[in-house]
């Protein structure tokens, strides 16, 4: 398959695996990944030549100088000598002890094959090592080790694997040689990182002080940064790339740029753009992991020596050592810190094994085995290539799946399981609050909300502002922005509750629509009666509120994807669009019917709604006061769109949307700030949404400069 035919594919095959995430929830994306990458290797033949060179320089380096950029310094400071151990000695541990046991265990394999393969086993993935972590509840000096320590270790790992793959193509392996080629390669690639790092940087404050501050020459510079950094380290000096590139992205971390005062925008792009290509860049590395398995598998299964059912044992026993090894280490660490400090809590074998669960194996592992060559020094094959790939790709899998089973049953409480190609949502965080009040009282005792609880809250000051300026002229207005905030509101407060507390919610949306839905077929059917409008539209109408009904009877008895039901929905609507375009006779008037008979409807539901909640054996306060105005703001939108003879023109219409949503972008302000003062959200909450605001903001700005520009 061509590049750029290629390229595409895995981008869109990426989007396809956290589309699916959504709904399968229980599987990682990154298995889901793999699982795709299989199929097209499967389904249509797909094949990634891979070189070592280009592979690491695309992937490699600028993953891990993000790594870097995101390391959280204040917190990990006071850990730095056991983080560098856990990233240093454990993997050291990892390489020598894992490599010799596997070789044991696994005779097939060499020793100093084996020891590449521990090697690279031994990097874990941050993202999905603290995502992990945080969920289950370690204690909070584990939680910052294994966290500080598997943004570290891929160096090491890499380093490791590097000198124990060279031993096993050339065949030769002088310790003294080794450890000062190792001192070399690391100390030169640590100054050359920071070395780089630092003229850049001072590159950029020249360029800054010279006028030249355009944001997207600044952030393209960002991005080249890492290609450029490990190219020369790795061709210039020899070094290592990896140490070099971790190097700088822990200094330009660690510096006090002045891009935060003179361009705060340019900070907040350069992050969206990392995280745009961390998450295509890690997902594409599982899907090639999914379309290499069959390449791995077909060698091992049609292989003579090695029995199919023998591997994945293989692959069982490798991963075990692995785990047992990391337990190990979380266990003595635990002990020793306890010895150190009486106060600690006594080491527990339950968080050693959580923690050891925790070291998931993920891209570093994979980019760095597919690097493995074909042949050794000598011409002949490498040793058991095939069960070496076989293996790797079968830990990582295993510990996805090992990390998303049992951690969930063995954690008290446990957080969605992200890796670093997942699509990260800051939106799902753990509950610490009760459901937010409609009015949140001063008078109360002030509690901890989340951020979408918040969101909820400045949104109904916003609908509420919105209410308030509401008049004759800008009706239409006024119901299309309420209706927008009603369906955010409707949104978060699905996503923010349990199932327990969502269900009764639910049940109250669907006995208020049916009441209305029945209300409308009533006047519908009056108006048939009175002969004031065509039958046809009258037919046309009544399909709607059957179709309408029996979506709200599929999603309470067979709930199905929604994307479905939406195309559903638009191929009827579709349909029904060409029925009354073919239909004999003024396809205007039958048009104007329609609205008039929406019209008509929509009162008579509002109507429907109001004589159901007086009846004496119906209790108002039962139903959810948000799900009756979110109806009702249903319908009156409905009426003022089908209004005949809308006078108003588009740019007028445009200007009172503008107009009210900056009046109730200040009213959203105002809720933030008395969040903040009464202590109900954090500051960092409070920098999110406002945030937000000011991308609404922004967004109402443009939109006016473009509209000015024509």
């Given at each position: 398959?061509?590049?750029?035919?290629?390229?595409?594919?895995?981008?869109?095959?990426?989007?396809?695996?956290?589309?699916?995430?959504?709904?399968?929830?229980?599987?990682?994306?990154?298995?889901?990944?793999?699982?795709?990458?299989?199929?097209?290797?499967?389904?249509?033949?797909?094949?990634?030549?891979?070189?070592?060179?280009?592979?690491?320089?695309?992937?490699?380096?600028?993953?891990?100088?993000?790594?870097?950029?995101?390391?959280?310094?204040?917190?990990?400071?006071?850990?730095?000598?056991?983080?560098?151990?856990?990233?240093?000695?454990?993997?050291?541990?990892?390489?020598?002890?894992?490599?010799?046991?596997?070789?044991?265990?696994?005779?097939?394999?060499?020793?100093?094959?084996?020891?590449?393969?521990?090697?690279?086993?031994?990097?874990?993935?941050?993202?999905?090592?603290?995502?992990?972590?945080?969920?289950?509840?370690?204690?909070?000096?584990?939680?910052?080790?294994?966290?500080?320590?598997?943004?570290?270790?891929?160096?090491?790992?890499?380093?490791?694997?590097?000198?124990?793959?060279?031993?096993?193509?050339?065949?030769?392996?002088?310790?003294?040689?080794?450890?000062?080629?190792?001192?070399?390669?690391?100390?030169?690639?640590?100054?050359?990182?920071?070395?780089?790092?630092?003229?850049?940087?001072?590159?950029?404050?020249?360029?800054?002080?010279?006028?030249?501050?355009?944001?997207?020459?600044?952030?393209?510079?960002?991005?080249?940064?890492?290609?450029?950094?490990?190219?020369?380290?790795?061709?210039?000096?020899?070094?290592?790339?990896?140490?070099?590139?971790?190097?700088?992205?822990?200094?330009?971390?660690?510096?006090?740029?002045?891009?935060?005062?003179?361009?705060?925008?340019?900070?907040?792009?350069?992050?969206?753009?990392?995280?745009?290509?961390?998450?295509?860049?890690?997902?594409?590395?599982?899907?090639?992991?999914?379309?290499?398995?069959?390449?791995?598998?077909?060698?091992?299964?049609?292989?003579?020596?090695?029995?199919?059912?023998?591997?994945?044992?293989?692959?069982?026993?490798?991963?075990?050592?692995?785990?047992?090894?990391?337990?190990?280490?979380?266990?003595?660490?635990?002990?020793?810190?306890?010895?150190r400090d009486r106060t600690k809590s006594k080491p527990s074998l339950r968080t050693a094994t959580l923690s050891g669960l925790s070291g998931v194996r993920g891209a570093i592992t994979m980019a760095g085995v597919f690097t493995i060559p074909t042949v050794i020094a000598t011409g002949d094959a490498f040793p058991e290539r095939a069960l070496v790939l076989f293996i790797a790709a079968g830990v990582i899998v295993v510990s996805l799946i090992a990390a998303a089973g049992i951690l969930p049953f063995m954690a008290a409480k446990s957080l969605p399981f992200v890796t670093r190609g997942s699509s990260l949502d800051e939106d799902d965080a753990v509950i610490v609050g009760d459901s937010i009040d409609d009015e949140l009282a001063d008078d109360e005792t002030p509690q901890k909300i989340t951020y979408k609880q918040a969101r909820i809250y400045v949104l109904r000051l916003a609908v509420q502002n919105i209410e308030e300026h509401r008049r004759p002229a800008n009706q239409r207005a006024a119901y299309d922005l309420i209706l927008d905030q009603q369906f955010q509101i409707r949104r978060l407060e699905v996503a923010s509750q349990t199932e327990d507390e969502l269900q009764p919610m639910l049940t109250d949306e669907m006995q208020l629509r049916l009441v209305a839905l029945a209300g409308e077929?009533?006047?519908?059917?009056?108006?048939?009666?009175?002969?004031?409008?065509?039958?046809?539209?009258?037919?046309?109408?009544?399909?709607?509120?059957?179709?309408?009904?029996?979506?709200?009877?599929?999603?309470?008895?067979?709930?199905?994807?929604?994307?479905?039901?939406?195309?559903?929905?638009?191929?009827?609507?579709?349909?029904?669009?060409?029925?009354?375009?073919?239909?004999?006779?003024?396809?205007?008037?039958?048009?104007?019917?329609?609205?008039?008979?929406?019209?008509?409807?929509?009162?008579?539901?509002?109507?429907?709604?109001?004589?159901?909640?007086?009846?004496?054996?119906?209790?108002?306060?039962?139903?959810?006061?948000?799900?009756?105005?979110?109806?009702?703001?249903?319908?009156?939108?409905?009426?003022?769109?089908?209004?005949?003879?809308?006078?108003?023109?588009?740019?007028?219409?445009?200007?009172?949307?503008?107009?009210?949503?900056?009046?109730?972008?200040?009213?959203?302000?105002?809720?933030?700030?008395?969040?903040?003062?009464?202590?109900?959200?954090?500051?960092?909450?409070?920098?999110?949404?406002?945030?937000?605001?000011?991308?609404?903001?922004?967004?109402?700005?443009?939109?006016?400069?473009?509209?000015?520009?024509?």
């Amino acid at each position: 398959m061509p590049l750029i035919e290629l390229v595409i594919l895995l981008a869109c095959l990426v989007l396809l695996s956290n589309v699916l995430s959504h709904y399968l929830v229980a599987i990682p994306v990154s298995l889901i990944q793999v699982g795709l990458g299989l199929g097209v290797a499967l389904l249509l033949n797909v094949r990634v030549e891979l070189q070592t060179d280009w592979f690491m320089l695309a992937f490699i380096a600028p993953m891990l100088y993000n790594d870097g950029r995101q390391f959280p310094k204040q917190e990990l400071w006071e850990l730095r000598g056991a983080i560098f151990a856990n990233a240093i000695v454990l993997v050291f541990i990892t390489t020598i002890l894992g490599g010799f046991l596997i070789h044991v265990l696994i005779p097939t394999i060499p020793l100093a094959v084996s020891i590449a393969l521990a090697a690279i086993l031994s990097p874990t993935d941050p993202v999905a090592v603290q995502s992990i972590s945080e969920g289950v509840k370690l204690p909070k000096e584990i939680l910052h080790l294994v966290s500080g320590e598997s943004l570290i270790n891929d160096a090491s790992g890499l380093i490791g694997f590097k000198y124990a793959l060279a031993a096993a193509v050339t065949g030769t392996f002088v310790l003294g040689r080794a450890v000062g080629d190792f001192f070399y390669i690391s100390l030169v690639g640590l100054a050359v990182g920071l070395a780089l790092m630092t003229i850049i940087q001072l590159i950029r404050d020249v360029l800054r002080r010279e006028g030249i501050n355009d944001m997207v020459f600044n952030v393209v510079l960002q991005i080249m940064t890492p290609f450029a950094i490990y190219f020369i380290a790795e061709e210039w000096f020899h070094a290592s790339g990896v140490v070099a590139v971790v190097a700088a992205g822990v200094l330009g971390h660690i510096q006090n740029s002045h891009e935060i005062e003179d361009a705060p925008e340019l900070r907040l792009v350069t992050e969206k753009v990392w995280n745009i290509i961390v998450y295509l860049l890690n997902g594409i590395i599982f899907l090639i992991l999914g379309i290499e398995l069959p390449l791995a598998t077909k060698a091992t299964i049609e292989g003579s020596h090695t029995n199919t059912l023998h591997a994945l044992f293989d692959v069982l026993i490798v991963w075990g050592i692995l785990l047992l090894i990391r337990v190990a280490w979380t266990y003595g660490y635990m002990l020793m810190m306890r010895l150190r400090d009486r106060t600690k809590s006594k080491p527990s074998l339950r968080t050693a094994t959580l923690s050891g669960l925790s070291g998931v194996r993920g891209a570093i592992t994979m980019a760095g085995v597919f690097t493995i060559p074909t042949v050794i020094a000598t011409g002949d094959a490498f040793p058991e290539r095939a069960l070496v790939l076989f293996i790797a790709a079968g830990v990582i899998v295993v510990s996805l799946i090992a990390a998303a089973g049992i951690l969930p049953f063995m954690a008290a409480k446990s957080l969605p399981f992200v890796t670093r190609g997942s699509s990260l949502d800051e939106d799902d965080a753990v509950i610490v609050g009760d459901s937010i009040d409609d009015e949140l009282a001063d008078d109360e005792t002030p509690q901890k909300i989340t951020y979408k609880q918040a969101r909820i809250y400045v949104l109904r000051l916003a609908v509420q502002n919105i209410e308030e300026h509401r008049r004759p002229a800008n009706q239409r207005a006024a119901y299309d922005l309420i209706l927008d905030q009603q369906f955010q509101i409707r949104r978060l407060e699905v996503a923010s509750q349990t199932e327990d507390e969502l269900q009764p919610m639910l049940t109250d949306e669907m006995q208020l629509r049916l009441v209305a839905l029945a209300g409308e077929r009533q006047a519908v059917k009056a108006m048939l009666a009175d002969h004031d409008v065509s039958k046809l539209s009258i037919q046309a109408y009544l399909r709607r509120i059957d179709r309408r009904e029996q979506r709200l009877s599929q999603a309470a008895h067979k709930p199905g994807l929604p994307t479905l039901r939406s195309l559903r929905l638009m191929f009827s609507r579709g349909m029904q669009g060409l029925r009354m375009w073919l239909a004999p006779g003024d396809s205007d008037r039958l048009r104007a019917e329609q609205l008039t008979i929406q019209r008509v409807a929509s009162k008579a539901a509002i109507k429907a709604l109001s004589q159901y909640l007086k009846q004496a054996n119906v209790n108002e306060q039962q139903f959810d006061r948000q799900a009756l105005y979110h109806l009702i703001v249903h319908y009156r939108n409905r009426i003022e769109s089908a209004k005949p003879g809308h006078s108003l023109s588009r740019d007028d219409y445009e200007r009172q949307v503008q107009a009210l949503r900056i009046k109730s972008l200040g009213a959203e302000r105002a809720g933030v700030q008395h969040l903040v003062e009464s202590g109900q959200i954090s500051l960092r909450t409070a920098a999110r949404l406002r945030q937000f605001i000011n991308y609404s903001e922004n967004l109402i700005m443009i939109n006016d400069g473009e509209s000015d520009e024509e």
